[in-house]
């Protein structure tokens, strides 16, 4: 396990150095360069030359990497001149109300797709399944902000029994004290989840189920609901824990779409606004910030699943 | 590169076994499976339906995309020969919906192929190089996968500023990773196979191997993923439209319409809303039907094999 576990956090720092790169690039690739992005259109030649003296944008390019990776690990992401605010204090400001948003609708995904995948594994090619698929399929297709406008119109308009945006608060204990503002935003926001984890929890207890020890469990007479929920569902639900640490990339995605729909207070939002400004400290901070929280979510899926389910880690350090 | 012989015998790329159908019946039977899938054919009919509507729609359906009218706006569905209205700038909406079909359908397609292609590419060498090339190569993918897509277009579309062209580089620069991985994938296991090994023993390179074996042993996969690749990247240029970031105007797609329909929610214009948001349903589901489609054929078709 010790062992599983270096390798796993090896790749991930590899993983996190080179989107470090990536944005360092990107950084570089900006018209008029870093210098440009962070004081703006208005600053004169002078003012550009100096800010690339004083933050060393005129060294070589190896040097300035090296002083940029310095600076990320004193947690100095750069300067917002449009907020007026450090990128690193932006950021912390919205990341846990981003990440609140996030985990609710995951846990509403998980707990409404488990049971959706059973039914749909066990009702296998009749009506249940078909309905259940079909669902997943029109979520999928639908636009998540044309999903939240028609929940929007539900819920708050035809029946107003919600309201249409996101509580607004400074600190996320502001944004907790308004649970009614969330249910919208964390509902959007789960409905794709769901279809993605249902559909993934019927393939897996759809190979479970054909496995010989469910065959043994049958045979020894063991009533249906037993089979499935005591021993199919135990090992069918392993693989979905990778899942939750893959689908994060999406699920940020979606969360960006459905904070600025919101006006939800958060990462998403942040980010949103800074793309419309042309913010480029505050956009390339974000970038790196979720880049980092997804591979680290994904680190910790994947030893949670070595965790729980002793093959995989035997396998994979045998490998 | 190509000496006669490569091209010659429709079985390269399949082992050598003496009771091997030929390729063009297994390419038959693919097509038969595919037909045979209901679904498959719906989704092939909603693409064709709506494709023909935006592309000869305008031939027949004629309207003015380009000049607005501001004393012919937000009129209803049926008033003075606007079938589904104007919109706010006095725009029929129903020669709109054509127009802006086409870009997400161009967009969609081209975005979705150039993906799919250097995916292709990129994962066929990388599984067939091995060793450190392949951990440099995947070791990029894993770093790019990990920057969720949407911020990463919207970083490049805050960078330049989005015409039809830009946008299909954009989200085709960025959405080869998964293909990538897949044929990554295929490759590793097929490269180790004996017929590969054959190949390599009568003195064939390695630019052969990924090209004559690989790439079409992989392409069942590929394809089926290509199908997903259009729907997302059809998705994707909603997203950067509805986040502001798409394509300036009068050029239009049905993203961008939907979000300008956003703001018309509660003032009751409703044709401004449902037409482009359902569209956009349709087509995006039109291509994940011919997507699982194909993978019954192909599934089938390895199958039988």
Redesign the interface.
């Known amino acids: 396990m010790a062992r599983y576990l270096i390798v796993r956090l090896g790749?991930a720092l590899?993983?996190v150095v080179?989107?470090t790169?990536?944005t360092f690039v990107?950084l570089h690739?900006?018209?008029g360069g870093a210098a440009r992005a962070t004081l703006g259109k208005e600053a004169t030649l002078e003012q550009l030359a100096a800010f690339d003296h004083e933050m060393g944008y005129d060294r070589p390019w190896i040097q300035q990497y090296v002083m940029y990776v310095q600076r990320l690990l004193h947690g100095d992401l750069g300067y917002s001149f449009q907020l007026n605010q450090s990128v690193t204090e932006a950021i912390g400001q919205r990341l846990p109300k981003t990440m609140v948003l996030s985990l609710l609708s995951t846990l509403l995904a998980i707990v409404v797709a488990i049971p959706l995948g059973v039914i749909q594994a066990t009702r296998r090619n009749r009506w249940p399944d078909y309905t259940i698929t079909s669902l997943s399929?029109?979520a999928?297709?639908?636009?998540?902000?044309?999903l939240g406008?028609m929940m929007?119109?539900l819920f708050s308009?035809v029946w107003p029994i919600l309201p249409p945006e996101a509580p607004q608060g400074f600190t996320l204990g502001e944004v907790l004290a308004d649970p009614a503002g969330l249910v919208l935003p964390t509902v959007t926001l789960a409905v794709v989840t769901v279809a993605v984890y249902s559909r993934y929890v019927r393939s897996s207890m759809v190979d479970n189920l054909n496995e010989n020890y469910v065959r043994t469990a049958r045979s020894k007479g063991l009533s249906e609901g037993r089979v499935v929920v005591l021993h199919t569902l135990r090992n069918g639900l392993f693989p979905v824990i990778t899942l939750l640490g893959m689908y994060?990339?999406?699920l940020?995605?979606g969360a960006?779409?459905v904070e600025?729909?919101f006006n939800f207070p958060g990462m998403g939002q942040l980010?949103?606004q800074a793309?419309?400004k042309?913010d480029?400290p505050i956009?390339?901070g974000?970038?790196l910030i979720?880049?980092v929280a997804?591979?680290f979510g994904?680190l910790l899926a994947d030893v949670l699943y070595a965790a729980v389910d002793p093959r995989v880690r035997l396998r994979r350090s045998a490998s | 590169m190509t000496t006669p012989a490569e091209t010659t015998g429709n079985s390269e790329g399949t082992p050598a076994q003496p009771d091997e159908t030929p390729v063009r019946g297994l390419w038959r039977q693919g097509v038969e499976v595919f037909c045979e899938n209901r679904l498959a054919l719906v989704g092939l009919a909603m693409f064709v339906v709506l494709a023909a509507v935006c592309f000869l729609g305008p031939l027949f359906y004629h309207t003015d995309q380009v000049h607005t009218d501001l004393a012919a706006v937000h009129l209803s569905p049926g008033t003075d020969g606007h079938p589904l209205g104007t919109d706010g700038v006095g725009y029929d909406q129903l020669g709109r919906l054509m127009l802006g079909g086409q870009t997400s359908i161009i967009v969609g397609l081209a975005a979705g192929i150039l993906a799919t292609v250097v995916g292709t590419v990129w994962g066929a060498i990388a599984g067939f190089a091995g060793g450190w090339v392949d951990a440099a190569m995947m070791r990029l993918v894993d770093a790019m996968m990990s920057i969720p897509s949407l911020f990463l277009f919207m970083l490049l579309a805050a960078i330049v500023t989005p015409s039809v062209s830009m946008l299909i580089v954009i989200i085709g620069a960025f959405a080869w990773l998964g293909p990538a991985r897949l044929v990554r994938g295929e490759a590793l296991s097929l490269r180790s196979r004996e017929y590969i090994q054959a190949m390599r023993s009568m003195g064939g390179t390695g630019g052969r191997a990924v090209r004559r074996h690989i790439i079409p042993n992989a392409i069942g996969t590929v394809i089926v993923n290509a199908t997903f690749q259009v729907a997302d990247a059809i998705l994707y240029v909603a997203y950067l439209s509805f986040l502001g970031l798409g394509v300036p105007p009068p050029a239009a797609n049905w993203g961008g319409m939907l979000s300008d329909g956003l703001a018309d929610t509660f003032s009751g214009h409703w044709w401004l809303l449902y037409p482009p948001g359902i569209a956009i349903i349709l087509i995006v589901l039109a291509f994940n039907f011919i997507g699982d489609g194909l993978r019954d054929a192909f599934e089938v078709r390895l199958r039988r094999r």
């Open positions: 790749q590899v993983i080179l989107v790169i990536i990107i690739l900006l018209p399929l029109l999928y297709a639908t636009p998540i902000f044309f406008l929007i119109i308009q994060l990339p999406a940020f995605s960006l779409v600025s729909l980010f949103w793309a419309l042309r480029f956009l390339l974000v970038t979720i880049s997804t591979v994904a």
